[in-house]
């Protein structure tokens, strides 16, 4: 049976994501980190929060990850437009950064912000994932 609404397709089984977790919480005594992949969006607050109320233990390391938008054609726009979108990623990155980095220190969570690069942003993540060597991802 699957609990909750959130489930993993691995060969032939069924793993909920609660049972998942669980099991990996119950890991060793090394230290455990997670990658929470966030943007300005409310379901990534919500995942955020979420995952907070949920799942996080004390000694769990959290990353939080942004992988900006590309913009394909920008070859074809003039460079004065391509430095205004520079300025208005860097500042959208920037608020999602401090607004969530304080959420973090508001809840007691130790981690840092990563910013991404990526055409892909899933495969980004992943990455980064690897790298952390995280027990989970958080998307």
Not at 118 to 133: Q, R, V
Request: with cysteine; glycine share 6%; charged share 25%.
């Amino acid at each position: 049976m699957v609990d909750g609404m959130f489930s993993v397709i691995h060969g032939k089984n069924v793993w909920s994501l609660k049972s998942m977790f669980r099991r990996a919480m119950t890991l060793g005594t090394e230290e455990r980190s997670v990658v929470l992949a966030v943007d300005d969006s409310s379901n990534a607050e919500y995942a955020f929060d979420w995952y907070v109320t949920h799942f996080h233990k004390p000694e769990t390391r959290m990353y939080l990850v942004h992988c900006p938008e590309t913009y394909a054609n920008v070859t074809m726009m003039s460079p004065g437009k391509v430095q205004e979108l520079i300025k208005e990623c860097e500042a959208k990155i920037k608020s999602i950064e401090s607004k969530y980095l304080a959420k973090m220190k508001a809840s007691g969570i130790q981690g840092e912000f990563i910013r991404l690069h990526g055409e892909k942003p899933g495969h980004a993540i992943i990455d980064c994932a690897t790298t952390k060597n995280a027990t989970f991802i958080v998307t």
